[in-house]
């Protein structure tokens, strides 16, 4: 049984007349990686204030690792470790030195410091910039940067609000493997809030889409898919290896098919279930043999835009 390290109750933030964030019920399990999702000023940014204890909620309760953020806000901060999309260093230190700094604030000795920070700096990627000014890093290296220096207290979780702004492609692909590794390896739980539907999709268990302060869906990507399409027609591509002018109707005799379209020697078949398989086995009874055979798979960027159009 998954041990939830954050819960969310009724969580609600009022500024006068109006609701940034409205009766959130949200529960996030130990080395899970969770994305939020939603448009500016959808209430992302102002839940992650109140999960750090940095604004009261009108109404509700929030629960960190089992600690009331309201209540034990310094608590909660010892566990968490957060990541802003723009990361401050003292840009005249190296990077292993603004990592010795943090290590020290956070009581860490002095030379169990350093060689944390040596550590981390190889984790991330880091050990051949280990002595070279942060005012001279990259963006990506300033953002792998900020992660060890979020690492350097050794957090139950770790936010990140998003993180790869501004980072070429091949740094967001080393950047992403390395969030999912410190889940699985390490069993670190990940709040990812981004507008980078692809980045989302290829890292988090989890989304939750959020539009007005409120959460108006939560799961993975198959169950957003399936309670969103399912009033849709199923879509099964299937191209055969021979052509079988037959084929097309045997197709459409299938139960649960509603239409089969050719095209380009290509078969498009609606069905209101998944046939698939019966599909395959028309078409090599036939003689007609596959090449391939595709069920519509609806990704995250299907699903926020059907949700916000």
């Keep these: 049984m998954k041990t939830n390290v954050i819960e969310l109750v009724g969580l609600t933030k009022r500024y006068g007349s109006f609701t940034a964030v409205d009766h959130l019920n949200l529960t996030i399990g130990k080395g899970e990686v969770f994305g939020l999702l939603g448009p500016n000023g959808a209430g992302k940014s102002t839940t992650i204030l109140m999960l750090l204890g940095l604004t009261e909620p009108t109404e509700g309760s929030v629960e960190v690792c089992g600690i009331r953020s309201t209540s034990h806000p310094i608590e909660v901060k010892r566990k968490v470790g957060y990541l802003p999309e723009d990361v401050g260093f003292y840009d005249d230190l190296t990077?292993?030195?603004?990592?010795?700094?943090?290590?020290?604030?956070n009581s860490i000795p002095a030379q169990t410091a350093k060689e944390k920070a040596l550590r981390l700096l190889e984790r991330v990627g880091l050990q051949n910039e280990t002595n070279k000014k942060t005012g001279k890093?990259?963006?990506?290296?300033?953002?792998?940067?900020?992660?060890?220096?979020?690492?350097?207290?050794?957090?139950?979780?770790?936010?990140l609000d998003e993180p790869t702004s501004g980072i070429d492609p091949a740094g967001v692909r080393e950047?992403?493997?390395?969030i999912r590794r410190l889940s699985k390896e390490e069993g670190i739980t990940v709040l990812f809030?981004?507008?980078h539907l692809h980045q989302v999709q290829q890292v988090c268990d989890r989304v939750g889409l959020f539009v007005k302060g409120s959460l108006i869906a939560e799961g993975n990507i198959h169950q957003l898919s399936q309670k969103l399409f399912s009033?849709?027609?199923?879509?099964i591509k299937a191209k055969?290896?021979?052509e079988q002018p037959s084929l097309q109707?045997?197709?459409?005799?299938?139960?649960?098919?509603?239409a089969v379209r050719l095209q380009d020697g290509t078969y498009f078949i609606e069905c209101t279930e998944d046939v698939t398989a019966v599909i395959a086995e028309t078409a090599v009874k036939s003689g007609?043999?596959?090449?391939?055979?595709?069920?519509?798979?609806y990704g995250l960027d299907d699903i926020y835009n059907r949700y916000f159009s």
């Design 95 to 105: 990077g292993l030195e603004n990592l010795i700094y943090m290590a020290r604030l």
């Design 137 to 159: 890093y990259s963006r990506g290296m300033r953002q792998r940067l900020g992660l060890a220096e979020v690492l350097v207290k050794s957090p139950e979780i770790i936010i």
């Design 175 to 178: 950047f992403m493997d390395l």
């Design 193 to 195: 809030s981004s507008h």
């Design 231 to 235: 009033g849709d027609f199923l879509t």
């Design 240 to 242: 055969t290896a021979v």
């Design 249 to 258: 109707a045997d197709f459409q005799k299938l139960k649960g098919v509603h």
């Design 288 to 297: 007609a043999g596959l090449k391939y055979l595709q069920k519509t798979e």
